[in-house]
């Protein structure tokens, strides 16, 4: 999809975080959402995915088109990633990415350096090889992201995210 085709409806990009178990009623993580109108949602949430705030955010066109340049030419490559990975772990964190409209969960996602893994576990790294390299393409997309966020004054890692003021909206929940 070229960005002149974005719509208010269409996401960017989308990345949503929190704990894979917990007390209900305990910090559930974030989500933030580029539109195709420049809208950045932003939401914090309770576990058993209770919003406790949202908050809209306004990009202009040149700075959300600088996100979209960073996903477009990776669309199809995203695309040929399953929907769901599985890097054998379990508890810790869930991630789900949204990148032009293709969601990819994940959980507790980090950067693999496959030289290690061969040398350390390699019995793991026979096991889950594809997932590796899917888990670092979603991650150097993200690192991307997260550089041109930061150009905006937006910082947004895998456990953070801290908006400018100046970007919000009157519209909070």
Known sequence: MKFEELR????????????????????GGFSVTLYGNGNLRYCTYKLMDQISSMQIFKLSKGQTKMVYDVVAPFADEL???????DNGSVGGEFQDFVFLDWTIKTSNIQKAYSRMLCQRRLSYYKKYKEN????????????KICKRFKKQEIILSLHECKMREDFRLKVTW
Do not use: C, H, M, W
Not at 11 to 20: K, M, V
Not at 79 to 85: T, V
């Open 79 to 85: 695309k040929r990633i399953p929907a769901e990975l």
């Open 8 to 27: 208010k409806d269409n996401i960017i990009f989308s990345y949503q975080t929190g704990p894979t178990y917990g007390a209900e009623g305990a910090d």
């Open 132 to 143: 590796i390299k899917y888990e670092d393409t979603i991650l150097k997309v993200f690192q």
